[in-house]
């Protein structure tokens, strides 16, 4: 069985500061591995995602992600953050083989931005 | 490109109606998906057409769920005898079929059942 995990429910942290939002996952074969973003009353944005090759991913808006098998991990980070990143950010994962394409959600992380 | 697009976007229904949700992707995605949000299950997965095809519908609630695609234009999710339980957001994806693509997702249909 394929499970995300998000550590952290809420992270606060102000303008400019730089953030790491985690993620773990538990799967036992190729992964593909992605993060969304979702505000408020909206969709989910497609921000990144890893299946192969460099393990440090980026993404829009100066999101960046790293994948690492040892610790089966793939953490978002950002520089500088901007009250507008406010939003709630989720971790997905898929089997890279097989065909199929559906994805796990990790429990989502809450990101406030104060000014 | 005007994304995935999902009909209606708030939908109200008594306990016991039918409640149909549309779901029409991005031109040219042979893969779509369904998921529900709540906030107490978070995100999860409903069902998948890969070519108007269902390849996975281990995610739907066998008795009242189910979803089709009849044309590559658009798919429905259609719940009969809605249940207070099945409030919540239903999110529409669509994707390119292969192993690097990314999944769109629609803006979801907010259903709430009184």
């Given at each position: 069985t394929q499970t995300v995990s998000q550590s952290d429910a809420h992270v606060t942290v102000f303008e400019g500061d730089s953030v790491e939002l985690r993620c773990n996952y538990s799967y036992g074969g190729s992964i593909y591995l992605s993060w969304y973003i979702q505000h408020h009353g909206r969709g989910l944005q497609f921000l990144l995602k890893y299946y192969?090759?460099?393990p440090v991913v980026q993404g829009v808006n100066g999101f960046e992600a790293e994948f690492s098998k040892s610790d089966s991990s793939f953490h978002l980070r950002k520089a500088s953050v901007h009250w507008s990143d406010s939003a709630v950010y989720f971790c997905a994962a898929r089997g890279?083989?097989?065909?199929?394409?559906k994805l796990t959600f990790g429990q989502g992380t809450v990101l406030s931005v104060i000014p | 490109n005007a994304g995935v697009i999902q009909t209606p976007r708030h939908k109200v229904t008594g306990k016991g109606q039918e409640a149909t949700l549309w779901c029409e992707p991005i031109s040219g995605h042979s893969a779509v998906f369904w998921y529900r949000q709540t906030i107490v299950q978070g995100l999860e997965f409903l069902t998948y057409f890969r070519n108007q095809a269902?390849?996975?519908?281990?995610?739907?609630?066998?008795?009242r769920f189910s979803a089709q695609?009849?044309?590559?234009s658009h798919s429905t999710l259609k719940i009969q005898s809605?249940?207070?339980?099945?409030?919540a957001v239903y999110l529409c994806a669509s994707s390119l079929e292969g192993l690097g693509y990314e999944q769109y997702f629609g803006p979801g249909t907010r259903l709430t059942v009184l």
């Open positions: 192969s090759g460099n890279a083989t097989g065909g199929n394409n | 269902p390849i996975d519908d281990s995610g739907m609630p066998k008795e695609m009849p044309n590559q809605t249940q207070p339980q099945d409030s």
